[in-house]
């Protein structure tokens, strides 16, 4: 019998397979890149392929129009179905692999098969909307992994994370009357979408699993690793999960094209870290990573290689970091804006 492997990640040759207008930046070779980071990692990764999501994966997320007018898209492409967000011929095929892929591993790991992963996806999910794409986004993978858990696995209370450099507006929607789900996302703001402000809490039964830290341009390894401890960590600890997915875009990269912040490859390591522990101490060490935003070669390799070496319990030398561009003055009111709205 094969030795069991206890991380994995989720990726295919047919993730380049979604294919826009030159020079959008979410093209192809962002997989890429991460694909190289996962090929200089060799057999101590364990790998397998997606399978398509099916219809109800989809629909517990996604309205019925939403699914057809993906794949009408698909049949008529090229075609844009928001001002950036398009979709080529086997657009409707991918983005199903993309969601299912996210599901199959959140699955395994629930199930015990894995202990975490990582599922080098695209496209991105977390703007996509119930009833519309959004954001270079189709479907919401992790939305949909996140229902899948807690329908096919009775895992009840799971948290998200994105720290994705824009806020998930598409699934803090999903989840914000949903005491079961905690979304809680860092984001540089004001920013693409517009949401996630600190006063965006929840509504009804769920205010107070809406998480939102907006952060100014600029932030980096400092501030990232600050707020990651001081403010997701009691949020996580407060929540008690049995199961943590990060949207894990690496948009906040200093390489970045479409975003300003400033983090490097070790601060990545730095907050993948921290919420590996988090895992470990909350729910048995169960996580997912599920590739969202990054749009630099540089930041995708990096921001990969980053959660790679804490999943796998790597400790290769330490690079240098980015310098602090906030004043502990203006980080602690950032903190205790967020933690006085939370009562943390
Ligand atoms: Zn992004």
Excluded at 300 to 315: F, T
Aim: charged fraction near 25%; hydrophobic fraction near 40%; glycine fraction near 10%.
């Amino acid at each position: 019998m094969p030795a069991k492997r206890k991380t994995a990640v989720v990726e295919d040759k047919r993730f380049l397979d979604h294919r826009g207008p030159a020079g959008h930046p979410e093209r192809p070779e962002r997989i890429s890149a991460v694909g190289a980071a996962l090929d200089a990692r060799g057999a101590a990764l364990g790998r397998f392929a997606p399978r398509a999501a099916t219809p109800d994966e989809i629909l517990r997320v996604h309205s019925r129009e939403h699914l057809e007018q993906v794949a009408e898209a698909s049949q008529r492409a090229p075609a844009l179905l928001d001002a950036d967000t398009y979709v080529s011929a086997r657009s409707l095929e991918v983005a199903l692999l993309a969601a299912g892929g996210t599901t199959e591993l959140a699955l395994r790991v629930a199930r015990g098969e894995l202990d975490s992963g990582l599922a080098a996806v695209r496209p991105p999910g977390h703007h996509a909307e119930s009833d519309r794409a959004m954001g270079f986004c189709l479907f919401n993978n992790v939305a949909i992994a996140a229902r899948a858990l807690q329908e096919q696995e009775s895992v009840d209370r799971i948290m998200i994370l994105d720290w994705d450099v824009h806020h998930g507006n598409g699934t803090q929607h999903f989840f914000e009357s949903d005491p079961s789900v905690l979304y809680a996302s860092t984001h540089q703001f004001p920013f693409y979408p517009g949401t996630g402000a600190v006063g965006e809490i929840g509504v009804g039964r769920g205010e107070g699993s809406t998480f939102n830290v907006p952060l100014p341009a600029g932030c980096g390894d400092h501030e990232y690793v600050g707020v990651l401890e001081r403010l997701v960590a009691p949020a996580a600890q407060s929540f008690r999960p049995e199961m943590i997915l990060i949207s894990c875009g690496f948009d906040a990269h200093r390489d970045d094209p479409l975003a300003a912040m400033n983090v490097t490859r070790e601060g990545f390591r730095d907050m993948a870290a921290i919420v590996r522990a988090l895992a470990e101490d909350l729910c048995g060490g169960r996580i997912v990573f599920v590739l969202e935003g990054g749009y630099a070669v540089s930041g995708l390799r990096d921001g990969a290689n980053a959660v790679l070496d804490v999943m796998l319990g790597e400790d290769p030398p330490k690079l240098p970091k980015s310098e602090p561009v906030l004043s502990d003055t203006v980080l602690d009111a950032v903190v205790e804006q967020v933690a006085s709205t939370h009562s943390l």
